[in-house]
């Protein structure tokens, strides 16, 4: 598959560096050539604009903090062309996790970019770091990580299922476009509890606590 990355930073280098080490095509666009041409030299793939970018082939990955997303859509004429798009944020490991503007007001920062691009969005990728993405492969005492996916394109929905696949992981979909603003929302809250020291999963029952018959 041919990969169009948005962005330098550390998802970019983690996501691209796995596609590109599972034999897909990968190419880097950023706001800074040299960052780009950093990533391409370091995976063996290639380099270009943001425009290079979100045309490059079969999928994009939207690897932006929250607050640089809608100058780089003004960047780019906000056209996006019609690839899937499996959004993606970094985690700031220096800045407390700030919710978007879009969740104060109901909407979801994916559909505002789907909205804004006609763009097949799927939402994935966003709620784990980039140093849970670089394991080989990203699995654990209980199995392989499950990545949401949220999309309307049932299409766009198995490519990026692909992608998830491709890392060694278990795609999950959760429902259309419109429950990506939980999940975005969700992701803040998570980020929020590990930077303050908790564990997101002392907050759960095992699953058979709560989907076994009342006996009540």
């Not at 962005?7 to 080490?21: F, I, K, P, V």
């Amino acid at each position: 598959m041919r990969i169009g990355i948005i962005g330098t930073g550390n998802m970019a280098d983690a996501l691209g560096g796995r596609w590109a080490a599972a034999g897909h095509r990968v190419l880097f666009g950023g706001r800074s050539p040299e960052r780009a041409r950093a990533l391409a030299d370091r995976t063996g793939q290639s380099a270009g604009t943001l425009r290079d970018a979100a045309g490059f082939g079969d999928a994009v990955l939207l690897a932006l903090p929250y607050d640089a997303v809608a100058g780089v859509l003004a960047a780019l004429g906000a056209d996006g062309g019609s690839a899937a798009r499996p959004g993606a944020r970094r985690l700031h490991p220096c800045r407390r996790p700030r919710l978007p503007a879009h969740h104060r007001h109901g909407t979801g920062v994916a559909r505002t970019i789907a909205d804004a691009t006609g763009a097949r969005v799927v939402k994935a990728f966003n709620h784990l770091p980039d140093a849970v993405w670089r394991r080989l492969p990203p699995a654990f005492a209980e199995g392989p990580v499950a990545v949401p996916l949220c999309g309307d394109d049932p299409a766009a929905l198995e490519r990026v299922a692909t992608l998830v696949r491709d890392l060694g992981c278990v795609p999950l979909p959760v429902g259309g476009l419109d429950r990506a603003a939980y999940l975005e929302a969700t992701t803040a809250f998570l980020i929020g509890l590990w930077h303050s020291g908790h564990d997101p999963r002392s907050l759960l029952p095992p699953f058979e606590a709560v989907t076994a018959p009342d006996r009540g």
